[in-house]
């Protein structure tokens, strides 16, 4: 394994690419969901407070000192107060074009991280430009992180944490120097403040590290640097959980529902549901990680030691995502809890195509899937289509309002009836707003074929809505600002176009 040189700066232009690509289609709802209660306490932090005095949501969290904490980590804050701050640049205005796309500058700098951390660690391990170029635009354009990378989620920040140690990790086998060691330590230490299940890493390294490295010098220099880079970040974390929640330890699970609940899906059914069902299924949100299934046997001969480090965190993740009662990651789109986990499932897809023009082309194919897939993910707001969904079936699940849900997940339909795929839901409800036609009690609806009468779309479903998800609200500033990022988005393309003929990198490794 030796890493490979590429052309001076291509690194660069790719985050530009990928940063520009992001904003040009960012939506008009940057804070949504879960974000609002991460917003909600960074607007606090002008006041050098974490929380809040009022209860914004359910699953916020009461500390010692009354005050109401969101039960995430401190990234996905400070990610939403740099949005916050850049904002500020616009207008006062929060649904004006400008505000709205300042508001998803912070998420798409991140998932354009992400990308990048993907090709330096596709370097390491010997791929060059032609195949790590690609696959990096595959991993944010062609699956559900696309989604993610213009909102103010976690799941950004999660895959930039899982991708960077990566690439620290296999970094030291090469070199344990004390700045490597140092650095990786602090990766593993930042980790856990974008998702409190990135602890992981820590022993996953360690193990990694110490298969890599059997001698008693490198043990202690993995101790003393590592430890040192590791052990700042750390506790920070542990200080605010001490804050949240009186522990030092606690993750956060243990609230409302979470408590209730936990681990509760049968492993079997998680697993069905994140790989295989038609509404959730990790293949279906992101297509070219078929090829990975193809490329772990070549992986796991060319780099066995490395093959276990990158799998490692998607068995786990995976593992604890199928078990979990909301493993769905509902609201939202795709197979949300294991967004963290696809950096490293791409991985063996790169050995998938190494030599082999055949299996190039079927990457291009799932690619061009992923992305119309992708873009109907973006272009329709996903909460319309889930809300519409819930207004639909949601009272013939529920025998009796008053004692609350009758099933654990509410969009249980959504998730394994094919005919209510939100993949098909969004193509439905994007056909109708470019038809533009008035809604009819008649429409065809996607899931009319099964006759259900209590799943009956009526008028008060109506879920057309005056605009698409985009951040323009078709005005003078809205385009102009879309036609600007246009052409910055085609100059960056052809930067990296020049380089890489430059240095002839049209071949197939």
């Known amino acids: 394994m030796g890493a490979t040189a590429y052309p001076k700066g291509i690194g660069l232009s790719l985050w530009a690419f990928v940063f520009v690509g992001l904003l040009l289609s960012a939506g008009r709802h940057p804070v949504d969901g879960d974000a609002r209660q991460m917003c909600l306490v960074a607007s606090q932090l002008d006041r050098a407070a974490l929380g809040t005095p009022s209860r914004s949501r359910i699953d916020m969290v009461q500390g010692s000192d009354g005050l109401w904490y969101s039960k995430y980590p401190l990234g996905p804050v400070l990610q939403c107060r740099l949005s916050q701050q850049l904002s500020q640049l616009g207008p006062t205005d929060p649904d004006a074009p400008a505000t709205r796309l300042l508001m998803a500058t912070a998420p798409a700098a991140v998932a354009a991280l992400v990308a990048l ?164 299924s990790l293949f279906l949100y992101a297509p070219v990680t078929l090829l990975s299934v193809l490329g772990v046997r070549s992986m796991w001969r060319e780099a066995r030691l490395e093959a276990a480090f990158v799998l490692a965190p998607c068995a786990i993740l995976l593992l604890l995502a199928a078990t979990w009662w909301s493993g769905h990651g509902d609201w939202g789109w ?93 193509g439905w409800m994007l056909w109708r707003h470019l038809e533009g036609k008035p809604f009819d009690s008649h429409d065809d609806y996607p899931w009319k074929s099964l006759r259900i009468p209590a799943w009956r779309l009526t008028k008060e479903h109506d879920p057309m809505t005056s605009e698409l998800n985009h951040f323009s609200d078709g005005s003078a500033t809205g385009w102009s600002l879309a036609v600007l990022l246009s052409l910055a988005w085609l100059a960056l393309g052809v930067r990296i176009a020049q380089r890489a003929k430059a240095k002839n990198l049209r071949r197939i490794e």
């Not at 967004?339 to 023009?357: D, T």
């Not at 194919?365 to 992923?370: E, F, N, Y």
């Not at 119309?372 to 707001?381: E, H, P, T």
């Open 117 to 280: 951390g993907f090709f330096m660690l596709a370097t390491t391990l010997g791929f060059g430009p032609v195949m790590a170029l690609p696959m990096s635009l595959a991993l944010v354009f062609t699956t559900h992180l696309f989604a993610y990378g213009r909102i103010l989620h976690s799941e950004g920040l999660q895959a930039a944490a899982v991708v960077f140690c990566l690439h620290g990790w296999i970094g030291i086998r090469r070199d344990p120097s004390p700045r490597r060691l140092l650095l990786g330590g602090a990766l593993l230490g930042l980790a856990p403040h974008a998702k409190a299940t990135l602890l992981i890493l820590s022993p996953i390294a360690l193990a990694y590290f110490l298969f890599a490295h059997r001698g008693r010098s490198q043990l202690r220099e993995l101790l003393l640097y590592g430890g040192a880079g590791a052990l700042p970040p750390l506790a920070l974390w542990a200080a605010y959980n001490h804050l949240r929640f009186g522990s030092m330890v606690e993750l956060g699970y243990l609230t409302e529902r979470d408590a209730a609940l936990g681990f509760s899906t049968p492993l079997l059914s998680g697993l069905h549901g994140l790989l295989l069902s038609p509404g959730k």
């Open 334 to 426: 795709g197979p949300r809890l294991l967004i963290a986990a696809l950096p490293a499932l791409l991985v063996p897809a790169l050995y998938a195509l190494r030599g082999s023009r055949r299996r190039f082309r079927l990457f291009q194919a799932l690619a061009a899937c992923g992305l119309v897939i992708n873009l109907l993910g973006i272009v329709v707001y996903h909460a319309d289509y889930l809300g519409l969904l819930t207004r639909v079936t949601v009272p013939s699940l529920v025998p009796d309002p008053q004692q609350g849900r009758g099933v654990r997940d509410d969009l249980v339909v959504a998730h394994f009836v094919p005919e209510f795929s939100p993949v098909v839901g969004h």
